[in-house]
């Protein structure tokens, strides 16, 4: 239930259908003052003024079907999308548009009819939802329907088509008896043809090339990604290398060190070389740690904050406040530099949320509940929009004006240890993102 009040589809498809309900109440003096218009035609009416007539029945009936259909339409996604459940895309349509025909025949005192032109419109809409993919947004459903409908609409107005369930409402009736009183049956018909033709090869052209544009668009996007996993790739390889490099000098430096406690056997001289070797064997780990992605060792959680702190915040001017709720020595599983280049990952991109903001605020938090750790970063910068969220942990993608591999690095952190990584955020409020991971006890 949360996810259907939580679904901007479903808002909008109900204000849709609100709408298409309510313009036929609006504009009922129009439509009345349009049927007497009709009914007080005779065979003095020339073909210009019928024409003209046919031309605003075609466009109020266009003005009144577009938001019912497109409510129907995102309705279904919405409700798809909340329930995972395709088959919404079409029941919705099937048993809502009916529904907004029997209310606005309530509003109005006109009849309009749920019929041929109705099916073949639904069925058309089915149809291209189904053929895009939802490649298309709300704004290209829009310019591609609204002609679909206009030209549909049209075969209302042929004459020859209404015992085929096509144009039964009364305003259509009329203008069509009109025409046929007055000689101007085949004329109508042709006209109406000629426009049904033009906008519905219109709304299918520009439906193929939206797609194809989308389409387009898709597989740049995904090359552009490519790219992004390449270079990380090459640049990881790098960084491995030279990595590897360190091992030679640290064993150079811990061989010389061994010598001079050889050589020089002085209380004082052996207690720096203590030292070193302690620096050797931490730096030793650390070159481990960065070559062997499942290198793990266990740390305490205090130790991981202050190694946090020491690798991003010592040295700078940023402000970054640190919380830790529970039992900082509460122990993690962990390959330490990848976790803490994930951390710090989340705190630059808090830093950067609140760069603009007044009293910007950077929390770093370390939570210890039953099983798990918590580790959050939260601002209260200008926050993250929905569309953002569903695609902010793909590689390449990126809120700022260039591109990165941060939030899908931390993803990969994460599930490397067997954890969990989230979001919430509200635009004008500020995000959190947490990492979920399992505590145990040191071996």
């Known amino acids: 239930m949360g996810r259907v009040v939580r679904s901007r589809k479903i808002w909008i498809g109900i204000g849709l259908f609100l709408l298409g309900i ?11 003052g349009l049927d007497q218009l009709l009914q007080t035609m005779n065979q003095k009416t020339d073909g210009s003024a019928l024409m003209v007539n046919a031309f605003l029945i075609v466009s109020i009936n266009t003005i009144i079907s577009i938001p019912q259909f497109l409510s129907v339409v995102m309705l279904g996604d919405g409700m798809a999308d909340a329930f995972n459940r395709s088959g919404f ?4 349509p099937l048993t809502v548009v009916p529904l907004a025909y029997v209310i606005v025949n309530l509003v109005t ?24 993919k939802q490649k298309l947004n709300m704004g290209m459903k829009l310019l591609v329907f609204s002609q679909l409908i206009f030209g549909v609409a049209w075969l209302n107005q042929v004459p020859f088509l209404t015992p085929y369930g096509f144009g039964q409402g009364s305003l259509s009736i009329r203008i069509k008896q009109v025409a046929i009183q007055i000689g101007f049956g085949q004329v109508l018909s042709l006209y109406a043809n000629v426009l049904f033709f033009i906008f519905v090869a219109s709304a299918i052209t520009l439906w193929i090339y939206l797609i194809l544009y989308m389409e387009k668009w898709a597989i740049s996007q995904d090359l552009h990604r490519a790219q992004l996993e390449a270079n990380e ?19 150079t430096i811990e061989g010389l060190v061994s010598l001079m406690e050889m050589r020089w056997p002085d209380p004082k001289m052996r207690e720096y070389c203590q030292t070193i070797y302690g620096s050797i064997n931490s730096m030793s780990e650390m070159v481990s740690e960065i070559l062997y992605e499942d290198r793990k060792n266990w740390c305490e959680l205090k130790e991981l904050i202050n190694y946090i702190r020491a690798s991003r915040l010592i040295g700078t001017n940023s402000a970054v406040d640190i919380e830790l709720e529970g039992e900082p020595e509460s122990c993690l599983y962990i ?11 989340l705190i630059d991109n808090a830093l950067d949320a609140i760069q603009e903001r007044e009293n910007g605020r950077v929390v770093l938090r370390a939570i210890t509940l039953k099983n798990v750790v918590e580790l959050e970063v939260e601002d209260n910068g200008y926050g993250i929009s929905e569309n953002d969220i569903k695609r902010i942990w793909k590689t390449g993608y990126s809120t700022k004006n260039h591109p990165g591999f941060g939030l899908a690095f931390v993803r990969q952190v994460a599930e490397g240890h067997e954890g969990s990584v989230n979001i919430k955020s509200e635009v004008g409020q500020g995000t959190k993102v947490w990492i979920t991971l399992p505590r145990g006890e040191s071996q």
């Open 22 to 32: 309510l313009i036929p109440y609006l504009i009922k003096p129009q439509l009345i």
């Open 89 to 92: 895309r079409t029941i919705i």
């Open 109 to 132: 005192p006109l009849n309009y009819s749920f019929g041929a032109t109705d099916i073949f419109l639904w069925l058309s809409i089915v149809v291209m939802q189904k053929l895009s």
């Open 233 to 251: 790739s090459r640049s990881g390889r790098e960084v491995l290398l030279l990595v590897h490099d360190l091992k030679t000098p640290l064993a």
């Open 335 to 345: 390959n330490k530099i990848r976790l803490t280049r994930a951390i710090i990952n």
